[in-house]
T-cell receptor
Framework: EAQVTQNPRYLITVTGKKLTVTCSQN?????MSWYRQDPGLGLRQIYY???????DKGDVPEGYKVSRKEKRNFPLILESPSPNQTSLYFC????????????FGPGTRLTVT | GENVEQHPSTLSVQEGDSAVIKCTYS??????FPWYKQELGKRPQLIID?????GEKKDQRIAVTLNKTAKHFSLHITETQPEDSAVYFC????????????FGSGTQLTVLP
């Protein structure tokens, strides 16, 4: 089954404790992206990757890192999480950048206390 | 960069009535406009999209119209049903280096039985 998976689905952590949210897709997609969703703000892009070893900042990259060592995986790293990073995070992949449909993962609900 | 405004933020309609959600964009070079539906607790999924060389596109009960001159596009849902209740996001593709999508802030549609 074609899918995008994320882990963990839910995470509660404390300020400053490094964490990684994994994202994997099995569709051989070149383009992958991370978004955060906050009430009233829609989906805002954090980072995206055009292909292996090619990443770039989206609209809200501060406090986040990513890597793309393999085509299928695109982890999101929070080196020192802060409460303002409490959010719902979605990973997405597509065949290429727009106008291809983006397939979203199930989401990761992160709470930083 | 691109800015997308979406209205209204909430919309309630009676079952069987029509619903219209409107979005405006700022980048006159934008050329791709998808709409995503997000049911409660689920991931966003593409429901319809339109490209700038087309003025209207229909798929059963949903349609999207585009006015390039005014830089706005709209989602129309006819004969609404309870399962149409969800958050709807519009998006626009600007002409940045990776042509990523910019999303609107979302519309919570509630279809009342």
């Amino acid at each position: 089954e074609a899918q995008v998976t994320q882990n963990p689905r839910y995470l509660i952590t404390v300020t400053g404790k490094k964490l990684t949210v994994t994202c994997s897709q099995n569709m051989n997609h070149e383009y992958m992206s991370w978004y955060r969703q906050d009430p009233g703000l829609g989906l805002r892009q954090i980072y995206y990757s055009m292909n292996v070893e090619v990443t770039d900042k989206g609209d809200v990259p501060e406090g986040y890192k990513v890597s793309r060592k393999e085509k299928r995986n695109f982890p999101l790293i929070l080196e020192s999480p802060s409460p303002n990073q409490t959010s719902l995070y979605f990973c997405a992949s597509s065949l290429g950048s727009s106008p291809y449909e983006q397939y979203f993962g199930p989401g990761t609900r992160l709470t930083v206390t | 960069g691109e800015n997308v405004e979406q209205h209204p933020s909430t919309l309630s309609v009676q079952e069987g009535d029509s619903a219209v959600i409107k979005c405006t964009y700022s980048d006159s070079a934008s050329n791709y406009f998808p709409w995503y539906k997000q049911e409660l607790g689920k991931r966003p999924q593409l429901i319809i999209d339109i490209r700038s060389n087309v003025g209207e596109k229909k798929d059963q009960r949903i349609a999207v119209t585009l006015n390039k001159t005014a830089k706005h596009f709209s989602l129309h849902i006819t004969e609404t049903q309870p399962e149409d209740s969800a958050v709807y996001f519009c998006a626009s593709r600007g002409l940045g280096s990776a042509r990523q999508l910019t999303f609107g802030s979302g519309t919570q549609l509630t279809v009342l039985p």
